[in-house]
């Protein structure tokens, strides 16, 4: 507040107006500053980190037509991305047939990251093939180029000859394999099966998948079977992924109580 010559009050509002807007000003860019050097040092730390070629892994996802393989990379993206809308996660492959036929047709990669307590990162690489059996020839490209490999079988409709010839390229190409049972909520909501028909429609299926893996010369230490944590439970409409390991951690009362899997599944 000052006075001029005439005695009358001025307000010199526009020294106090700008000085704040120039410390605004400066503030901004201290801020830019340090976001870009934060980033710069991130990505030097995280790329480094991934030099370490010991800690990639390609893992093969295959099965049938139409069992729910796109759906279940969908899932991953839906629970590491739970903040966006779903409708924005979902990818079907860069090909516009893809996106008008709803199938895959060539191989569709994609990367998960993996942030361990000891600052090491791990680099997943998930294959998505086609199911169709005309496009076999992709799928046996990226059997010699994974290092495990994902079977996913319809529980509707169990083994076919197309479960038996993936299990076959398994063998001939000695991967790890790791099975999963999809569509496990049409037994719920579709179908209504009862629990007790339920389990025994999966143990068949994994009678089914034992007696394949003997007869094509499996060794019989990888054994299938859910209490062995190599088989899983899938519904990729609802997201939803567990195996008993999993099923008795989440239910667990009493952490130090032993269990018995093979009871509890049953």
Known sequence: RMYDNLGNL???????SNDVFENNKEKNILFKKRKNLYNEIFSFTFYKSLKNYQNHRNILICGGLQYGKTLFIKSLIFETKTSSSPEDLFFSGSRKDEQLMKTTLKINPISFFYFESDNTT??????DTPGHSNLSDETESGFRISDGIVLLIDCIEGVNILTKKLLNKAIYFKKKC????SKLDKFIFELKIPPEETMKKLNFITTNINQISFFLGYDMI?????VKNNIGFLSSKYHTFFTIRSFLSLYCINKTQQYNMKKIYN
């Open 122 to 127: 791990s680099l997943f690489n998930f294959l």
């Open 222 to 226: 990888t054994h299938y079977n859910p």
């Open 10 to 16: 001025n307000f010199n509002l526009e020294f106090t």
């Open 178 to 181: 790791f099975i999963i049972y």
